[in-house]
Every structure is written in C-alpha cells, then in structure tokens.
C-alpha cells in the first residue's frame, strides 16, 4: 500500500512539473510589425451625417403592421442624398422586403468581399431615456439614440469609408458589396434574399464582415490590456414553448399541484441541470492567443485547458453569465402565460424560452434534453422557432491576416483574437457562400457602452464612430 501511495504522489509531481512547464512555455504569440493607419476626414460631415440615420426611426416588429415603412423607406432614401459617390459609382439593388445591396466593380471579380450592417432597431420606452431616443443629440462628446450602437454606426462608417475612397478615385482590387438589411431584429429574410441574389449570380464572398465582437478590455480574467474581438462563428437559437393542460375550474380548490406549480418545478429542474459542457473551435482559439498574456495562475488553467474541463464544467455552472455561455446550449426562461383571473385555473399554461444552441447540439438534442430534465409526462415541450448552428470560418486565412493587421493598424497596442459569439447576426446566412464570415462592429467599447445595446440611453462617443470609418477604409483598401 505505502508503494503505491508513493507512485501516486511521484505521479502527482510529474504530472504537475508538466502543467507548470506548458504554462512556462505559453508565450505570447508574435506578431507581424504594422504601420499605425490614419487618415484625413470631413469629420462635421460625417457626424451629420450619422444624426440623419438616427433620427429614422427604423424600428422592426415582427409584427409588420406595427412598422413605420415610410421611416425605413426615408433611411434608404438618405443613403442615396448623403452619398451621391457611391450611388454615382456603385449598382444599387434593392432586395426582399428591406434589403439594400451596392455591388462596388473592382479591377476583378474572383475575390469579392461583403461588408454588412443592418438598419434596424429594437423597440424604445422613451419614458425610460434620459434624452429623446430619435434625436440624435449631442451633448459632452456622445450622440444619443437608439440604434448609434447597433448597428448605424457600423454601417455609417461603411458607407463614408466607400464615399471618401470613391471621391478620392480609389479602384478596388477585387468588387466590394455593401449588404445592408432593415429586420436583423426580428430575424427577418432580407439577408437570406441577398445571399441568394449574390449565389444566383455566381458570387463567392472571398471575405465577409459583418457586426460583431468590439475592442474590450477584461475580455478573459487575467488579460490586462485591449482585446479585439472577432467573432469566427455563432451559436443557433431556439424559441421553446414548455407547456401543461389541465381541466381549469375554481381556484378554491387546488389540486396537489396546480398548473403554475408544475411548469415551476420544471424551471427548477431545468435551471439546476444545465446542458453540457463544450469548447468550441472558436474559443479553445481565443484562449490560446489571449490565454497567452493572462497572469502566470490563470495560464496553467489556459495552457492545460483540456486538463482542467471539469474544474471550469463546475465553475461556469455555478457563475452563469456570458463565461457560462461560452462554454454550453443556454437557455433563459423569459416568458410565462396562464390564467386572467387570479380566482381561475387556466385550462393551460405556458412558459417560452430562448435557446442559445451550441455547436453539437441540434433541435432534437435540446427537446430531448429539456424533457429528461422535466421528468414529467404532463409538460410538452416543443420548438417554435429553430436557427442551426452554422459552419464556423477559420483563422489561419489570407482573409483573417488583412483583417488583423488592419484592426492592428488603426488600434495599435490591441491584441486581436477570435470568438464565439452568443447572439445570433444576418451573417449567418452568408456562411453557406463564404468561408471567412466574421463579425466586428469597428468600435472600442467599455463595460458601460455594451450594456447600452438594446438598453436604455444607448449612445456613443463620436470619436468612436470617426474610428470606425478609418478602419473600413483601411480594410477596403486591402482588397
């Protein structure tokens, strides 16, 4: 017995002598020495510009009745006043229900690259805005209204970038389509539609680049310093209904369990057993470049992330939160529906959800596996909605290296990495014509900044959007 003890602890030692020495040896990747990027920009023009775009209020329902057509139809119709360069230049074709493509004829056409935003937004309580959501304020330095996050100020920055680089008589390499959509927000078709366009006309995307991740500080405990983060894939979504029938009556006596009661067991036992752990091609990416430059502690975990699975299995179920879905499927129970009368049974009741799907996880998998949890013949659970988890792009590609460098060029100082990203983008659809989708929104952002997205008193500072438009015009001058 004290022999095999003694193995047990050698074993120990040398298995922990090889966790310190992959740790000693996980430097820092280098990095190709870039001139920093700058440009001279009408910088009044464009921030009236961008006001112009905010004070449309091209909110999306999916309810189309609720929609303002003549707010989307005048947004259009400002793209073609504001930027007459690129209406002069470019073939405008106008797609689906909302969409907007400007199809820019380079020297040649067999490595074209998409550049895409959307012009849509979420719906406003205004009563809970400090300033009028649609007046494009300014004030101390920010420009206030809904949508300057997401995702106006990427596409402004696309369409000055185009202007100042057509005005200057600049030809593009390759063609360049700038796709823009107006119902990103309610998971609309126009996207869809243009992709089809593109692959009925034999277009091949050599790039596309879509909203995003930002430049972050904090991106992974222990990594000081700006991160840009680049989304390389995304996670599918899931509308579930969890729902039970019952015979309804009087409310003065019970039943052992009422409807309510049931479908709030079946929460519990789904929030106590979350879905599997998974490390997906794009994180297990951003913990190897970013991993490399966190503190010594947490780089044994990086360096040796397969090694400590179940330690971060049991410490993102415990903490939630984004580290949480980065690692498994999601789901957020956000909706509950029963009886209109507090003295009434409801002959049914219901609760919906929202499925953040993970790759290897598939419709099937999740029904199944919220059942199982649900342990109860008397709950149905079924699928509403369903967006599959689509191909992720690669890194190591011609395309990913002019993207870095150009990120690099105009945020000197930033460590550029892939990501998974948790929501779900148009540019999704792209992915079944290109092999480089990936997704940055071209803005330095703050912990503060991103919870304003679809939050209250979104704004931004203006210098931010300056920015944005200098690296689309690093970027396209790439290509």
Request: with cysteine.
């Amino acid at each position: 017995m004290i022999k095999i003890l003694r193995y047990i602890f050698f074993a120990l030692i040398i298995l922990f002598l090889i966790l310190i020495i992959r740790a000693i040896r996980f430097k820092p990747l280098k990095q190709k020495e870039v001139e920093p990027f700058d440009v001279e920009l009408d910088e009044s023009t464009i921030i009236e510009n961008f006001v112009e775009m905010i004070k449309c209020k091209t909110v999306s329902y999916k309810d189309e009745s609720l929609e303002d057509e003549k707010e989307f139809e005048k947004f259009r119709e400002l793209l073609k006043e504001k930027y007459p360069a690129v209406n002069n230049k470019c073939k405008l074709y106008n797609i689906g229900r909302t969409g907007v493509l400007y199809h820019w004829k380079g020297k040649r056409s067999d490595k074209p690259v998409v550049f895409m935003a959307h012009y849509d937004v979420v719906p406003v309580d205004e009563k809970q805005w400090e300033k009028e959501p649609f007046s494009g304020l300014i004030e101390d330095g920010y420009i206030w209204g809904r949508g300057t996050l997401d995702t106006k100020g990427t596409l402004c920055g696309i369409m000055e970038a185009a202007e100042k680089l057509i005005s200057d008589g600049f030809e593009p390499e390759n063609d360049i389509y700038l796709s823009f959509s107006g119902e990103e927000e309610i998971d609309g078709r126009s996207t869809e539609s243009i992709v089809s366009f593109l692959e009925s006309n034999g277009v091949k995307p050599f790039m596309v680049l879509d909203e995003g991740g930002a430049i972050v500080e904090g991106a992974i405990p222990g990594v000081k310093g700006k991160c840009a983060l680049v989304g390389t894939g995304e996670k599918g979504k899931m509308h579930v209904k969890i729902s039970t029938k019952t015979q309804g009556g009087h409310a003065s006596s019970p039943p052992a369990i009422t409807p309510i009661g049931r479908l709030a067991r079946s929460v519990v036992r789904i929030e106590k057993n979350p879905f599997k752990y998974h490390l997906s091609e794009p994180a297990k990416d951003m913990f190897n470049i970013l991993g490399r430059h966190s503190t010594f502690g947490l780089k044994i975990i990086f360096a040796n992330i397969s090694f400590f699975r179940p330690l971060l299995d049991l410490i993102t179920r415990k903490k939630g939160g984004e580290l949480n879905a980065l690692f498994r499927s999601t789901i957020a129970l956000t909706k509950m529906e029963a009886s209109k009368a507090v003295n009434v049974f409801p002959p049914y009741a219901s609760i919906e959800g929202d499925v953040r799907i993970m790759e290897g996880d598939t419709e099937d998998s999740i029904i199944n596996g919220l059942k199982k949890r649900i342990k109860d013949d008397k709950v149905s659970v079924e699928a509403l909605k369903v967006v599959k988890v689509n191909p992720f792009s690669e890194i190591n590609t011609e395309a990913w290296y002019l993207l870095e460098e150009s990120v690099r060029q105009v945020w000197p100082e930033t460590i550029v990495s892939p990501y998974l990203m948790l929501a779900c983008s148009d540019s999704r659809s792209y992915t079944q014509i290109s092999e480089n989708v990936y997704r940055f929104s071209a803005m330095e952002l703050d912990s503060v900044e991103r919870k304003l997205i679809h939050g209250n008193n979104e704004r931004i500072p203006s210098n931010k959007v300056i920015e944005a438009v200098k690296f689309y015009i690093c970027v396209m001058k790439k290509f």
